[in-house]
């Protein structure tokens, strides 16, 4: 494909999205994303920001919660919902309520939703199985993709975008586990950050380290 085609398109599609305007394209922030959200306003206090438990307020409160990295790994969506509600009977224990390790575990039935509860479920799934941290913040993240990835790279990070589809190119799908697990933190930096090959721009002079490094913790989301 000419090289200057390429670019022209480029310049083209980056003026629609609006680079340094206001204009935003849509996207659709994936289940972990929102669980993400809801875990920092109602979980972290007890079970920590990394999910391991002892959190400031459990710290104060004297307890111990489960750490969420392991203790979710053996446990089928069906019994984390009741751990989250308090609702039925504990298939693994026969117990009737949900506080097994503490008595401080709050229900959450009357507070979240079946939409909420399954979405913090696919944080939980992220943070027990990924071998990648979030390294900057994923909602700046979100907003950072909206404005410059979701035309390349779809808006649910499927490599389906309209750039791709104008100039015939397939670029990289961010919701694929699989491929997105090979790749570093410090990797994808260096992609945002210098490019690559004919079609990935190079993004130094437009986003920040910070920026950088927001928008790989939300990529980090969509594959999980």
Request: charged letters at 25%; glycine letters at 10%.
């Amino acid at each position: 494909m000419n090289k200057a085609y390429v670019t022209v398109m480029f310049a083209f599609v980056m003026s629609v999205i609006g680079i340094g305007s206001a204009v935003e394209v849509g996207a659709t922030p994936p289940a972990a994303y929102e669980g993400m959200r809801l875990y920092v306003s109602y979980c972290q206090l007890c079970h920590s920001p990394s999910g391991k438990g002892a959190g400031p307020l459990a710290k104060k409160m004297g307890i111990k919660p489960a750490d969420l990295t392991t203790t979710v790994r053996s446990r089928s969506d069906t019994i984390l919902k009741k751990i989250i509600t308090g609702k039925g009977r504990q298939t693994i224990t026969g117990r009737d309520r949900h506080n097994l390790i503490s008595r401080a575990m709050p229900e959450w039935e009357k507070v979240f939703d079946d939409t909420q509860i399954d979405a913090i479920i696919a944080y939980l799934r992220f943070l027990s199985r990924s071998n990648h941290t979030l390294m900057g913040d994923p909602e700046v993240g979100y907003k950072l993709y909206k404005k410059y990835c979701v035309v390349c790279h779809g808006e649910e990070g499927g490599g389906d975008g309209i750039m791709g589809q104008l100039l015939d190119i397939q670029p990289t799908d961010h919701s694929n586990p699989n491929e997105m697990r090979e790749i570093k933190n410090h990797q994808l930096i260096n992609i945002i950050r210098t490019g690559k090959g004919d079609y990935m721009p190079a993004w130094k002079n437009i986003l920040t380290r910070d920026e950088m490094e927001a928008l790989v913790s939300y990529i980090r989301l969509l594959s999980n």
